[in-house]
């Protein structure tokens, strides 16, 4: 069956590549982009301006729109979240919970993030298993988790067909993430091709996962795809295609920029965040029950980052 697809947040960071991505495989008319804010400029597919928590609007466009897929990825940031408590618990959770009603009555399946996040200081550091403890210290966790397990119950009680991954840092050349702990990975791309340097809000010896869009989105689609039959922990994979700290990061940059440098100026809520974070995941789960496979290391992204970013500031792009 042709998917009809309704990407919520789909102006962000992953929104915004992966309704590209949905369309060149599904088809030009697949794909409906809806989110909180008006595009910017004049977009290539259908946009409704959405508020996701709407529930009413929501149920409107996906009966008319004749979705049969959700990827809900409009959420606030763990940085913002940490800074507007209560607005993340409304925008994550209720925002949720509208989608996964709508889904509920219409049939549709539903994607929805969650992250590295839903984990805390309890649990292990290092390959972080699959089933773990999680009792994360920030909102942004909190919600996650809470997203986690509501999604698991939807699947449970009412066979909604829900799925997702605990995303990573996703470093992307698009559209900029906002107001996320792991962003200093993106921005020190743009800082290197623009300044030759960069001052980082984090530690330079501070470990997190992250991963690259393309594998981001390679992610969302194949587990979307994946027979449910093997399907043991449909919410929430861990997933993973690297692991680094902002050193080394700025060494791998200096192999095709050799006068980068890097300074500090640590920011002491994201760094609290960070600290509370896994340093590095196992994602064996992902790899068995559905043949998740990253392309991507730290050495190949950075390439493709700086060939990407130096070729469009030698357009005015930058
Ligand atoms: C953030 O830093 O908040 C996100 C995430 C890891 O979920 N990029």
Redesign the pocket.
């Known amino acids: 069956m042709s998917e009809r697809i309704l990407i919520t947040g789909g102006l962000g960071q992953l929104g915004s590549e992966l309704a590209v991505a949905l369309r060149e495989r599904y088809g030009e008319d697949s794909t409906i982009v809806t989110d909180l804010r008006e595009p910017a400029n004049d977009l290539p597919g259908p946009f409704y301006q959405l508020d996701a928590r709407d529930g009413t609007r929501l149920h409107e466009i996906v009966r008319k729109e004749r979705i049969t897929r959700i990827y809900h990825l409009a959420a606030l940031?763990?940085?913002v979240a940490e800074a507007r408590p209560h607005d993340a618990w409304s925008i994550n959770m209720d925002g949720l919970v509208a989608v996964l009603e709508v889904a509920r009555e219409v049939g549709a399946s539903v994607f929805t993030p969650s992250?590295?996040?839903a984990f805390g200081p309890q649990t292990p550091k290092d390959f972080t298993p699959q089933d773990t403890i999680q009792r994360p210290t920030s909102m942004?966790g909190v919600t996650k988790v809470a997203g986690e397990l509501l999604c698991d119950y939807y699947a449970f009680k009412y066979g909604v067909d829900t799925r997702g991954v605990r995303?990573?840092?996703?470093i992307s050349n698009v559209t900029p993430?906002g107001?996320?702990?792991?962003?200093y990975a993106v921005d020190i791309y743009y800082a290197a091709v623009r300044d030759r340097r960069y001052t980082c809000f984090l530690q330079g010896d501070t470990y997190l996962d992250m991963i690259y869009m393309p594998d981001a989105i390679k992610a969302a689609i194949d587990l979307m795809e994946a027979d449910p039959a093997r399907l043991r922990h449909r919410n929430a994979f861990n997933v993973t295609a690297m692991s680094f700290s902002p050193e080394e990061q700025a060494a791998y940059i200096r192999r095709y920029i050799p006068e980068f440098e890097i300074y500090y100026d640590v920011d002491p809520v994201r760094q609290a965040i960070a600290n509370s974070w896994p340093n590095a995941l196992e994602d064996y789960a992902a790899r068995v029950e559905w043949g998740w496979q990253p392309a991507y290391d730290l050495d190949s992204m950075t390439a493709d980052m700086l060939k990407t970013l130096t070729e469009r500031q030698a357009t005015g792009a930058l």
């Open positions: 940031l763990s940085a992250s590295i996040g942004y995303f990573p840092g996703i993430p107001g996320g702990t792991t962003d």
